[in-house]
């Protein structure tokens, strides 16, 4: 069983600035031949304002040959209350309407593939409680299924104890949940997007993987004191064990955000509104 993991895509019909990198990340999945694609979220450069951008998105997806699933990031959905674009009814709504739901379960013969909607985890929205009580059900009810999750935010930016890392990473106490919870359920895999850097963690106890963009990387502006800066995708081999790889894509062009970051993201931004 093959997974291919593409994320950070930031397609949008109304900033088409990151648009020539994805015909050359479609090429690239065909020939792969995977059973199931997973986009880990910022389909869009701003579905969280712009119904378009969600729009355009989905015709992009629909373009991949084989089935697709999708989780929401941040530029999709919104973002923690109290940020610019907060995560909302309307914003999620829209969401649904337009690209389907925002969490979800798939079976595919011995594995249970969970989807999470990340930008809900620690608001305090009652959306929060809803989807961890369907998490906790979901997977009480594997039936012996071995579990991946996939979800936007990673858990952890450098390790499973940090505390606050704001914009990056799950707050602490909804993170020690979750973590608990996928250790108690023998979770084998989660993999998330977001920080627009690759890397591999294992031991944590389980594995995690940040995908790399497709889009665009984030250069100097921002300091990430970990992860490596490249364009491409993650391969997730499913067998007796699972093997994640991550895989530069040469045919990428190497866009950085910085470069053209008052047209895409204006107002010139904190570094809480690149990734
Ligand atoms: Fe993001
Ligand atoms: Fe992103």
């Excluded at 088409?16 to 020939?31: G, I, K, Q």
């Excluded at 040959?65 to 999708?70: D, E, F, G, S, V």
């Excluded at 800066?229 to 093997?243: F, N, P």
């Excluded at 950085?256 to 895409?264: A, H, M």
């Amino acid at each position: 069983m093959k997974i291919i993991q593409i994320t950070d895509t930031h397609l949008s019909s109304l900033k088409p600035h990151f648009r020539e990198n994805w015909r050359p990340l479609v090429e690239w999945v065909d020939s792969m031949a995977p059973d199931l694609v997973v986009h880990t979220g910022d389909l869009t450069v701003d579905g969280a304002d712009f119904e378009e951008d969600l729009v355009h998105g989905r015709e992009m997806l629909r373009g991949l040959r084989y089935p697709t699933l999708c989780v929401p990031g941040n530029h999709d959905v919104g973002d923690m209350p109290g940020t610019r674009q907060p995560v909302d009814a309307g914003r999620l709504a829209r969401w649904r309407r337009i690209i389907g739901p925002d969490r979800w379960v798939h079976n595919l013969g011995e594995w249970r593939l969970i989807g999470l909607n990340s930008l809900i985890i620690g608001s305090g929205l009652s959306e929060e409680d809803e989807q961890l009580a369907w998490l906790e059900s979901t997977l009480r009810t594997r039936e012996g299924r071995r579990v991946l999750v996939f979800k936007h935010k990673p858990l952890f930016v450098e390790d499973p104890e940090e505390g606050e890392t704001g914009y990056w990473g799950l707050r602490p106490e909804p993170r020690r949940r979750l973590l608990a919870l996928f250790a108690e359920h023998g979770v084998e895999l989660v993999a998330s997007g977001h920080l627009h850097r690759a890397r591999i963690v294992d031991g944590a106890p389980f594995r995690c993987v940040w995908g790399p963009s497709s889009g665009f990387t984030v250069g100097p502006m921002v300091t990430m004191p970990v992860g490596e800066v490249l364009l491409g995708a993650a391969v997730h081999i499913l067998g007796s064990t699972v093997e994640s790889r991550i895989v530069p894509l040469g045919a990428l062009k190497p866009f950085v955000i910085d470069d053209v970051l008052q047209e895409v993201y204006p107002p010139a931004p904190t570094e809480a509104s690149l990734s």
